[in-house]
């Protein structure tokens, strides 16, 4: 392949044209100070994770579906920033508001009763409304899903609901969602029921608990949709109880359970002061340790691994930190170093701020701390935000998680890196074209110029950054030069080189920044 094409094939794959662009920022390592000399050595013979094409997606509260026109085919600004962000990722339906959700599924159903949180309602985080599922939302979801080419992960109320009411849900989401449906979800972190913020179930309630009264959900649902297939437990990656799931399910379910399910937060409250973008971005081995053994372990039962739900601080996220470009260079670094120890998929929480408050029982704490209120956006940090009234626009994390993507249908590769110390990670992958570099310098006070090494020569490399003013910066990052305009309008804008020189092929990745590389 000439230069030339090899060019034009790195645009093509972006979607759409611009609408907004802005003076690209300087990308040259600042003279202040000498930059960190490091070095990027990679393996190309030594093949590692495949990286799945549906591996990006989505979660949002199961409540959103309560208004049948908001994942619908007519929602087209919506189904734009999904396709931008994958063409065949995953929207994973659940959170707290799904233990307050009823499927209407004729006139004559009533809602389940709703248990009253015990104690003072101020210091219970679940709903304390109901939310009526119809059964036109699912009919638009299953439309939404065509037009954007995802599928769809499931979540069945287990908190406040029973069996039969949970096997109609299912039967019909099967018969309307039909081929994209990957599996359903029974409960939304049920580790947490048993404590005084949550209350769903009595103090003393445990995993043998939980357990018996989840294999009589899934026992129902199978009696109406035979080839069910389910994930789980969806709670907590550090608990316990995820090691105790995949232990004890497999031998009720057989191979109808398809996936160790887990969630993950970097960080909260919001309204804590350690909370800090420094503290988001550092690296902690402890946390790819955990993920390793989680992803291991569902290799050994045959099963894939998806963090279904998380973000980078809980209810709700942190202003100025969840919603600034901080959160582009962790989610980017985040879903490439799961993919690295083997997980099959990621989705980032989000969605409508009313939704949100209301799965966290009426509080949004991060609006204490917020220049304005959460209204019109959606919650802190949530990847797209706004709503069909007001149109919708990605947030700078949607940019770290479109940087990821470029490596969806790649296999990672073995690689090592030398950073003088500098907080910087790298990932490489190889597809059929082309050989594929992310490099994220979460350093706010040091440059890095990085030697890179292959094997092989490679004539033709582009560059693609990310970049933004300040690691706290709220307005949109750059991509390859552009921001993502209105109806998800993006394209690639400036491409570079990599420097050629006698010492080999040289990266320069300013401070507080993230690039993508490709060689061909």
């Known amino acids: 392949m000439n230069r030339r094409g090899f060019l034009l094939g790195l645009v093509s794959s972006a979607i759409g044209a611009i609408a907004f662009r802005r003076c690209f920022a300087q990308t040259t390592l600042s003279q202040a100070n000498q930059p960190a000399e490091g070095e990027l050595l990679i393996d190309e013979q030594s093949l590692s994770h495949w990286i799945p094409p549906n591996y990006n997606g989505l979660s949002c509260e199961l409540a959103q579906l309560s208004d049948p026109d908001f994942f619908a085919a007519s929602n087209k600004e919506l189904i734009a920033l999904f396709r931008l962000l994958s063409p065949s990722g995953v929207l994973r339906l659940g959170g707290n508001s799904s233990e307050s959700c009823w499927f209407a599924a004729d006139g004559s159903t009533t809602p389940p009763p709703q248990r009253p949180p015990a104690g003072p309602t101020a210091e219970n985080w679940m709903p304390h409304q109901q939310f009526a599922i119809s059964p036109l939302a699912i009919d638009h979801l299953a439309e939404f899903l065509d037009a954007t080419g995802w599928e769809l992960i499931y979540g069945l109320n287990m908190g406040n609901s029973s069996p039969d009411r949970a096997a109609v849900e299912a039967e019909y989401v099967a018969k309307t969602v039909g081929s994209r449906l990957l599996f359903f979800q029974i409960g939304n972190e049920p580790s947490y029921y048993h404590e005084a913020n949550n209350r769903t179930r009595p103090p003393n309630w445990g995993f043998a608990d939980y357990l018996k009264q989840w294999t009589q959900f899934a026992d129902a649902v199978i009696q109406r949709v035979p080839d069910a297939r389910f994930g789980g437990p969806d709670s907590d990656g550090n608990s316990a109880w995820l090691d105790e799931f995949a232990l004890a399910a497999p031998k009720h379910l057989g191979s109808r359970l398809v996936a160790l399910a887990s969630h993950y937060y970097a960080e909260g409250p919001p309204d804590d002061p350690t909370v800090t973008i420094a503290r988001l971005l550092r690296t902690d081995a402890k946390i790819a340790q955990r993920a390793k053994a989680i992803a291991d372990e569902a290799a050994g039962l045959g099963l894939q691994c998806r963090m279904t739900e998380g973000n980078s601080c809980y209810r709700g996220g942190k202003p100025g930190m969840s919603d600034a470009f901080a959160s582009a260079l962790w989610a980017g670094d985040y879903m490439l170093s799961l993919a690295s120890v083997g997980f099959s998929g990621v989705n980032f929480?989000?969605?409508?701020?009313?939704?949100?408050?209301?799965?966290?029982?009426?509080?949004?704490?991060?609006?204490?701390?917020?220049?304005?209120?959460?209204?019109?956006?959606?919650?802190?940090?949530?990847?797209?935000?706004?709503?069909?009234?007001?149109?919708?626009?990605?947030?700078?994390?949607?940019?770290?998680?479109?940087?990821?993507?470029?490596?969806?249908?790649?296999r990672l590769l073995s690689s090592s890196l030398q950073t003088a110390g500098v907080n910087a990670t790298a990932y490489a992958a190889k597809t059929q074209a082309t050989l594929r570099i992310a490099v994220f310098n979460k350093s706010d006070s040091q440059?890095?110029?990085?030697?890179?090494?292959?094997?092989?020569?490679?004539?033709?490399?582009?560059?693609?950054?990310?970049?933004?003013?300040?690691?706290?910066?709220?307005?949109?990052?750059?991509?390859?030069?552009?921001?993502?305009?209105?109806?998800?309008?993006?394209s690639p804008t400036h491409v570079e080189a990599l420097q050629s020189t006698p010492q080999g092929q040289m990266l320069e990745l300013p401070r507080s920044s993230a690039a993508l590389v490709f060689l061909d």
């Open 349 to 410: 929480h989000g969605g409508g701020s009313s939704y949100l408050r209301a799965a966290l029982g009426g509080h949004m704490p991060g609006d204490s701390l917020a220049a304005r209120p959460t209204s019109a956006r959606g919650a802190y940090y949530t990847p797209i935000a706004g709503d069909v009234r007001h149109g919708f626009h990605a947030q700078p994390i949607f940019y770290g998680m479109l940087l990821a993507n470029q490596f969806a249908g790649a």
């Open 447 to 490: 440059d890095l110029r990085l030697k890179i090494q292959t094997a092989s020569s490679h004539k033709h490399t582009a560059v693609w950054r990310l970049i933004a003013p300040t690691l706290d910066a709220t307005s949109a990052p750059t991509f390859a030069g552009s921001e993502i305009g209105p109806h998800a309008q993006w």
